[in-house]
């Protein structure tokens, strides 16, 4: 195959979310074809965002800017802040056009089995800015897994003192699922979120 130079390249790109040994291979393989156009670009890029992009001490954002470029955009509406575990989602949020507000990445969910307690979460800016004032709603879009429920219940505790509106997003049957291959805890969770129509 190609010398220890090449053998790293695939082993590192077989780390990445979504490729595996054989399609790291493939890549490197089209990569190594057109060094030029390819992989100079690439490795460019990743020099870049590596020296730049940091988290936002505000919202928790990925960003070359501190505060983001979210947190910094005025026509945003300032009163709503939608909390999520990591940027991934803020990314699919944001992706999706469906929030126009702010952000909070927690950077993850409360899990006793994996030593995750309140104080391994980004609590304290999303507290600084409750305590700031101007915030009138919180949106916390969690996962709907145990500890997803478990994190939104003990915030939901944490943040009634404060008067704001909490709301979550809602789950259930998601557009084009069928009924018969849903699991049960998807159906009863559409049920009791069920609305007029």
């Not at 709301?167 to 049957?173: I, L, S």
């Not at 018969?180 to 559409?190: F, K, P, Q, S, Y």
Request: overall charge neutral; charged content about 20%; glycine content about 10%.
């Amino acid at each position: 195959m190609g010398g220890p130079e090449v053998t790293r390249l695939i082993a590192l790109l077989a780390k990445l979310p979504g490729f595996g040994p054989r399609s790291a291979r493939r890549a490197a393989l089209k990569m190594l074809q057109a060094p030029e156009t390819r992989m100079l670009p690439l490795a460019n890029a990743l020099a870049d965002a590596a020296r730049s992009v940091r988290a936002c001490s505000e919202c928790g954002n990925l960003d070359s800017q501190d505060p983001c470029t979210i947190c910094t955009d005025r026509q945003r509406d300032r009163s709503i802040i939608c909390v999520v575990e990591g940027v991934g989602d803020l990314w699919a949020l944001e992706r999706a056009h469906v929030h126009r507000g702010l952000y909070h990445v927690l950077g993850g969910t409360l899990s006793p089995l994996a030593g995750t307690g309140p104080e391994d979460l980004n609590l304290t800016p999303l507290l600084a800015r409750i305590e700031a004032g101007g915030i009138s709603e919180i949106i916390l879009a969690l996962g709907a897994t145990v500890e997803g429920a478990t994190t939104m219940h003990w915030l939901t505790d944490r943040l009634k003192p404060h008067a704001l509106q909490i709301t979550r997003v809602a789950q259930g049957v998601p557009m084009g699922g069928a009924l018969d291959i849903l699991d049960d805890g998807t159906l009863a969770a559409a049920l009791r979120s069920r609305r007029a129509v």
